[in-house]
């Protein structure tokens, strides 16, 4: 029996009941969620959708290459600082104006619990998820130009997504819930995709399912479509008034789902 909570599936967002056992144990936890699955299986939504199902503000950090963790705590603006001293503005002795929360910070200062998306964690160099345990350990951190500890009124609910590009240190791990997205099975995805459309009929639909799961599954298909472009591509064709019956045998607008030279020539050629 999973744990009951609060977070279900939303009118734009469709998780499963293994999806939403792990948010809600994470939650009851108190304990960051570890998202890992392939491109397109709804890893950066699902932030959203418990922000909406909870009704709690979301902040979005996005992980780059470049990004340090301390850039989610704060910035001292030294450079606007210096600024507005040369043109004699008042108040430049006042350190903390000069300070910028970044989005874990934002989402510590909340006088109500938050949603916090740290989204592609393993975009960052290694030594930036151990840069953040004492952090989302104690909900704390130190300013030091101010002397001042920005702690959590609210442990926010942490969701962290990562594509696997890298490893993350154990230490990292054993303080997070983790939870891998499996791609949807053709019901699932029915569901999923009827949520993008006020009404998809239903033969088109089948059809344009059948040949996105049979181009899924060939072995030599590098880069696989993702959901976004299955619904991009049930959009195209409905705009085109192409007929169901010609969707597996021609597959119309096959470049709105297919993204590669080779992955085209494999897919023309078992057509």
């Given at each position: ?261 080779e992955d085209m020539e494999a897919v023309i050629h078992r057509v």
């Amino acid at each position: 029996m999973g744990i009951r909570g609060d977070f279900k599936s939303t009118g734009t967002y469709v998780a499963s009941e293994e999806l939403m056992s792990a948010v809600n144990v994470a939650i009851a936890l108190e304990k960051p969620l570890l998202i890992k699955g392939e491109p397109g299986t709804g890893k950066t939504m699902l932030a959203k959708a418990i922000s909406e199902s909870l009704g709690k503000k979301l902040y979005i950090w996005n992980i780059k290459s470049t990004t340090k963790a301390q850039d989610g705590l704060y910035v001292y603006d030294t450079i606007q600082r210096l600024y507005d001293g040369q043109f004699g503005e008042e108040g430049v002795d006042d350190i903390s104006r000069y300070i910028k929360l970044g989005k874990l910070g934002e989402a510590f200062s909340q006088d109500e619990q938050a949603v916090l998306l740290i989204d592609e964690i393993d975009k960052a160099d290694l030594e930036f998820p151990n840069d953040l345990l004492w952090e989302l350990d104690q909900m704390e951190f130190y300013i030091h130009e101010t002397r001042e500890t920005v702690k959590a009124k609210h442990r926010p609910v942490v969701i962290i997504t990562s594509n696997a590009e890298k490893e993350l240190p154990d230490a990292f791990l054993r303080r997070c819930i983790f939870h891998y997205i499996a791609f949807p099975d053709k019901k699932l995805m029915t569901e999923i995709v009827n949520t993008h459309f006020d009404h998809v009929e239903e033969n088109l639909l089948n059809n344009a399912l059948d040949a996105f799961y049979e181009i899924r599954d060939m072995r030599e298909i590098k880069k696989k479509p993702s959901t976004s472009e299955l619904v991009d591509w049930i959009r195209a064709l409905q705009l085109g008034g192409i007929e169901a019956e010609r969707i597996r045998k021609e597959l119309p607008f096959i470049g709105t789902i297919i993204k590669k030279d080779e992955d085209m020539e494999a897919v023309i050629h078992r057509v």
